[in-house]
């Protein structure tokens, strides 16, 4: 999900107060507070992942990319836009951005926030509904001995749409980011993809 940069721009210039560490490749550079070895951890999902896209002749940035890895969901609450938001994508002038929430999945929701970043520099805008879904989708992607595995199911998706209402095709289409960090309720109702 994008999200307003100016509170993580806020934070380049004052960080937090935990030890940070860098790790980077040409492209990507992961900041954390979890330290070396998870950074290098969502760094090789990341890199795995631009290798899948350049490969696909998606379009890359010319513009580098830094992520931050918060180990503190308080911490990370003071950048997100919505108390339920776990992970966003925001693009700069000089480079983007992605911030997550560490925690159990967050290769997979480093995935998905880069699915957005390569989507941002490829095409026009898409309608909400089909970049989150589209996010989520390759959100599971994984390499499975020489086969490339996209697409499986995500449990607690599944499970919301067992328990929520689902949304009516008008009311899918009208969804907007505005929309998304207006109402703290509407992400569960919904029934999207994206919980972050």
């Not at 790790?23 to 990507?28: D, G, I, M």
């Not at 931050?68 to 108390?83: G, W």
């Not at 026009?124 to 199911?153: K, M, Q």
């Not at 449990?155 to 505005?178: G, I």
Request: charged letters at 20%; aromatic letters at 12%.
């Amino acid at each position: 999900m994008r999200a307003r940069g100016a509170a993580l721009l806020a934070f380049l210039i004052a960080p937090a107060s935990a030890e940070w560490v860098s790790v980077r490749s040409a492209q990507v550079e992961v900041l954390t507070d979890s330290g070396e070895k998870a950074g290098r951890a969502v760094l090789a999902r990341l890199e795995q992942i631009r290798r899948i896209f350049r490969d696909a002749n998606m379009a890359e940035s010319a513009l580098g990319l830094r992520v931050f890895v918060f180990t503190s969901e308080k911490e990370f609450s003071a950048y997100a836009s919505t108390a339920t938001t776990k992970g966003f994508y925001q693009s700069g002038p000089e480079r983007d951005y992605i911030a997550l929430c560490g925690g159990g999945s967050t290769e997979r929701l480093a995935a998905h926030e880069y699915v957005h970043f390569v989507l941002n520099h490829s095409f026009r805008p898409l309608p909400v509904w089909f970049e989150e879904g589209t996010a989520e989708f390759y959100s599971t992607l994984n390499f499975e001995r020489d086969r490339l595995r996209v697409g499986d199911s995500i449990e607690s998706h599944l499970a919301l749409l067992r328990k929520e209402p689902w949304l009516t095709a008008d009311q899918l289409a009208s969804v907007t980011q505005s929309s998304l960090r207006a109402s703290a309720f509407f992400m569960p109702r919904a029934g999207l993809w994206c919980t972050c």
